[in-house]
């Protein structure tokens, strides 16, 4: 038995509950899979999944590539071990696609369509897959820059959160009622989402970008974003943290972090950190 939720939580859990067993095939015996990235969206998910079908009904699947940390792909394994759930890895291909390469405003939605189209091809028929479903929230779902969401609906994925009405709010919020590790882990886009658009992604610059987030976070700064600019590293950090960012002695250690993953120069936008900043004033130009 599962320890029972607070009245707010509960309504919530029991809409994505709904939600699963509506979609999932009348009197199926086959699974569901997850597309698990370790994040609160998808790791509340996987736990309400496995809390609504059962353990042996839910595969988490986790898309490994160069775009993927390995801080990331280690914590993702972690949680899904403390929900409970199965997990396999699939290697995806996403840097093969020119139009990945060439990093429009777009490029997400090459990478959610090689993952759907891995899951697919290579993880459905081998663990019984009937159908899968991936993180998007509510409040994901009416954002512009949100390119991935296109690719789901191609490969007819599920989005439960979402058609649930479950916004980003309510996901932090029923993820700490259910007890979930990464409930307070702050949002960690994909590696290639610090490439300039129209600037190529390759390995090197996201080994660059990796390397440089991995000596931050040893330095306290939990969450942050380097952007790639060339030669230069824009370091975005929370608002509360850019004045600590400047006492001699970080500042030193952050520049020193920045020159170690290969670059020239590093600078701490006073901006803070910016969702979308790359893609949102493209994405808005063209809506106009």
Excluded: W
């Excluded at 058609?163 to 029923?174: E, F, N, S």
């Excluded at 230069?232 to 970080?250: I, N, T, Y």
């Excluded at 290969?262 to 950190?273: C, K």
């Amino acid at each position: 038995m599962h320890a029972p939720l607070p009245p707010g939580p509960a309504a919530s859990a029991d809409a994505v509950a709904r939600q699963l067993r509506g979609r999932m095939p009348l009197g199926s015996v086959g699974r569901l899979g997850v597309a698990f990235s370790g994040g609160v969206d998808s790791g509340l998910l996987l736990a309400l999944a496995v809390r609504a079908l059962g353990a042996d009904r839910v595969l988490a699947v986790i898309g490994v590539s160069p775009s993927l940390a390995r801080d990331e792909l280690h914590g993702a394994r972690d949680v899904a071990a403390a929900i409970g759930a199965p997990v396999v890895e699939v290697a995806t291909h996403e840097g093969d696609h020119p139009m990945y390469r060439a990093n429009g405003p777009d490029r997400c939605f090459f990478c959610k369509d090689e993952l759907f189209t891995r899951i697919s091809d290579e993880v459905a028929g081998a663990h019984g897959l009937v159908a899968v479903a991936y993180g998007e929230n509510a409040d994901d779902a009416r954002r512009p820059d949100r390119p991935g969401a296109r690719a789901a609906t191609n490969h007819d994925v599920l989005r439960p959160l979402a058609d649930a009405g479950l916004t980003k709010a309510d996901v932090r919020a029923l993820a700490r009622a259910l007890g979930l590790p990464n409930a307070e882990k702050p949002a960690a886009p994909c590696l290639a989402s610090r490439i300039p658009h129209f600037s190529e992604v390759d390995p090197a610059k996201l080994a660059q970008v990796e390397a440089a987030e991995r000596g931050l976070r040893a330095l306290g700064f939990v969450d942050c974003r380097v952007r790639h600019h060339g030669d230069v590293a824009r370091v975005e950090l929370p608002d509360r943290e850019l004045a600590r960012a400047m006492e001699p002695e970080l500042r030193s250690a952050i520049h020193g972090v920045g020159l170690e993953a290969g670059f020239r120069f590093v600078a701490v936008d006073v901006a803070g950190i910016q969702s979308g900043a790359f893609t949102l004033p493209l994405v808005r130009l063209g809506d106009g």
